[in-house]
Structure formats: C-alpha cells, structure tokens
C-alpha cells in the first residue's frame, strides 16, 4: 500500500514539477511495477479435512482443506520492441524481448512461496505476399523441490494443478506461423511447443504428488480462402508427439504420436465480431506395452476430438464479450493416464467511464479420465469458477485493481467412496496497484 501513497504523493507535488518531462523511447514498449496483496482461502485447493495416518518427508507439505494465506506479489517488467531502431520500414513489425518475473510470498504457507522468472520474444514482419510472427515465452520457477502431501491419496485432480505451478520447474511455449498469399487463397505452415519439465523430487510414497515432465510439439499447415476480404476458411493438417515421464517406481505413461485434420474459420463476419474456430478428428498411436513399460489405455489407437475458438463481440464502445474454448486430449501432470480437457471461458468487460472500468467472468473445467484403465486413476472432474473486477485508472502512469474469484471443484465419477474428498471450495480476494514509466 506504502507504494500507492508514494506514488501518489509523488503525481500530486505541482511545486517542483519539471519543465521538460520524461518521454518514454519508441523501443521501450512498458516498464512498469506492480504490487498486489491477496487473501485465499483454500491454498492447496483441497477437499481432505480429517486425514488417515500420513507421512511427510523433509521439505515437503501436508495439503488439508481451508489453509488459508495472504499473498504478497511483485511483478516488475520491462518489454523492448527495438524495430523502430532500424528506421521507417514497414516490413519488420516486431522484434521484441520482455523480463516479467513475479516474486510471490505466502505469508502463512511459507512453503509456497516462489519466484517466477520470465523471459519473452516475438518476431513479426510482413510483405504483400509473405508474413511471419514467431514467439517463446521462457519461465523458470523458483519454488519448492517437493511435492504436497494429500493424505490418503485423496486430492481433486484441479488440486495438483495449483500447488505445481510454483513448484520448481521450467516452462517453454513456442509458436511459428508463416503465410503465403496468392489472391484469395494462401498456404499457412505452422508449428508449436508446449513443453513442462518439473524439476520436483521423485518419490515412491503413498500420498506423495509427483509431476511427471509432459511436452507437446506439433508442425503442419492449413490452406485458406478468403470467402470475404474479412472472412476466411482454412483446411488444416498437424502430426504431434506427446511425450510424458516414466518414473523410476512406476511402469506406466502416455506418450503418443498424433495427427489431426483441422476445418477452420476466421476473421470477422462483421464488424462488431472477430471469430477464429478450429476443430476436426484428432487420431491418436499409443506407444504399445513391453517389459519394462505399459500404456494403461483402453484403446491404442483411439479417434479424439481437438477444438479451439476465440470469439471477440465488441458490441458497442464501452462493452465487449469474448469466449474461448478448447477441447483436446492431453497429458495428466502426474503421469499414467492421458485425459480429455475441456475448457470454457467467458469474460464480459464494460467501460463505465474513461477511468472506471468493470470486469464480470465465468469458467468451465472438465478433466475425464475415462481413456485410462487403471482402476486407481477413475476421475472426473468438473471445476466451475466466477470472477469479477473492478479497474480505475488514476492516470496514464497509476492504476489500481479490486477482484475476487470463486471456485467449485466437483466430482463427477460415479461410484467412488467418499466423492466428497475429491471436492472443494475455494475464494481469492486482491487488490492491486501498477505503475507504468
């Protein structure tokens, strides 16, 4: 809060204001500072209240319901765009690198706290007939070397998701996309990396979360034609591997080839609405069973589905709505069984005045593990979250944020004892300042 009365006092002093003030370089696109303090409620997402015996190594943590904590979180960043320095040229449109690290304390589970370093690049530059965009986003969390410990085994699969996002790890996502434009149709090569590797201790114990190093890496191409000089459809076709770790105790994971044959739309059918939707038949190749390794799926050669849309609704000058989704069958972060996820999100905003600003959102999670066959790993889970904010901008330098966010964790599997410890309650309240230079 110490940073917003300064920051304050510092925008109010009239007396000694400067006669030429500071004007931020073409290259530098932001340098900015932000402070938020946040209250949870539920830090480890859990549904076990009354825990069995348990045991928990060295280092680690018990993960029971209602542990609440206040969060302190700093995020700096400093983004440089340096195309302006090569002169008046439209071809090169970006050639960017950003550092914007989160630096987060848990004030009452000191064992979550973490430093989250992150690197970012985008290369973009265009002709009449050739485009090309390229960007990878780099992290490096600093965090805790060991798991959580759900006792009992009984944690939702949402639950393992929050506690590994600040455990120690790195992260790379890439994409590359070229197009090639010939009249109204065009040739668009494509590619993308999704890539996890946990850098947690490995250990046989009951109750224990291990996260196991997933990666997706896919290549392919999409033919489009302009329908309108706004509106597009494409034809797609992508081969992928899904690669998951194999621990040292266990004979089980997924990894899988993959190829997909895509129909899309995009671009806007009208001026109030921007649209891109992608979907098709995904065909799965689970690598087969040996000695000393075993897919535990139903079927080695199943037929999925992959979807993805963003739809952005402007309706009037003050109001948008956007929507995205996306479908597709993926690697569980803890090894053994693949799942299908499923994700809708819906986020309304609404300017109120210049300043003000209010946001209003609402989430769908669905994890099925149905295409698994081990007997221990029956889940379905369902999260539903809702959000709401409110933004005020004091000046083009301050802003300040209020928000609150509200989940349900849900199990869906039928037939489990005690569905109840697969469930969960969960709400974060924060309030936030940034300082743009």
Excluded at 166 to 192: C, S
């Amino acid at each position: 809060m110490a940073g917003i009365v300064l920051s304050g006092i510092w925008m109010g002093n009239a007396t000694a204001a400067p006669t030429n003030s500071f004007q931020r370089p073409a290259w530098l696109t932001e340098a900015s500072l932000g402070v938020k303090e946040s209250y949870d409620d539920n830090v480890f997402l859990s549904g076990v209240d009354a825990p069995p015996a348990y045991t928990v190594p060295a280092g680690s943590v018990v993960a029971l319901k209602d542990r609440a904590s206040w969060i302190t979180t700093v995020s700096p960043k400093v983004d440089v765009n340096f195309a302006p320095l090569l002169g008046d040229q439209k071809t090169l449109q970006a050639l960017s690198l950003a550092y914007a690290p989160d630096f987060v304390t848990y004030q009452d589970q000191d064992s979550e706290s973490y430093n989250a370093q992150r690197f970012s690049a985008a290369f973009k530059a265009r002709t009449d007939s050739f485009s090309i965009s390229a960007d990878d986003c780099f992290t490096f969390v600093d965090g805790n070397e060991f798991g959580p410990v759900y006792p009992g085994g009984l944690y939702s699969a949402f639950a393992t998701v929050a506690a590994r996002e600040w455990r120690e790890q790195i992260q790379d996502k890439a994409n590359i996309t070229m197009q090639f434009n010939r009249g109204q149709w065009f040739f668009r090569p494509v590619a993308t990396l999704l890539y996890y590797d946990l850098l947690t201790e490995k250990l046989n114990l009951p109750g224990y979360q291990n996260y196991a190093d997933r990666y997706d890496v896919n290549g392919g191409s999409d033919v489009g034609y302009q329908i309108t000089s706004q509106l597009a459809v494409t034809l797609g076709w992508r081969y992928g591997h899904q690669q998951e770790e194999q621990y040292a105790f266990s004979p089980y994971s997924s990894p899988s080839d993959y190829q997909r044959v895509l129909l899309g739309l995009e671009g806007s059918p009208w001026k109030w609405l921007a649209v891109k939707i992608l979907g098709g038949p995904d065909f799965r190749d689970y690598e087969g069973n040996s000695a000393t390794h075993i897919t535990p799926v139903n079927d080695f050669h199943p037929v999925k589905y992959y979807g993805e849309a963003l739809l952005t609704a402007k309706f009037t000058a003050a109001d948008t709505l956007t929507f995205k989704y996306k479908q597709w069958q993926w690697l569980s972060s803890t090894g053994k069984v693949p799942y299908f996820d499923s994700t809708y999100d819906l986020s309304y905003h609404r300017k109120l005045t210049n300043k003000l600003g209010f946001d209003l959102g609402g989430r769908i999670l669905s994890w099925d593990y149905s295409s698994g066959n081990l007997p221990t790993c029956r889940r379905n889970d369902l999260q539903y979250a809702a959000t709401a904010g409110l933004g005020y901008t004091v000046n083009p330098h301050i802003s300040v944020n209020i928000a609150c966010a509200l989940d349900w964790g849900r199990n869906n599997q039928e037939g489990i004892a005690s569905p109840e410890n697969r469930e969960f309650n969960h709400r974060l309240f924060s309030l936030a300042t940034q300082c743009k230079f």
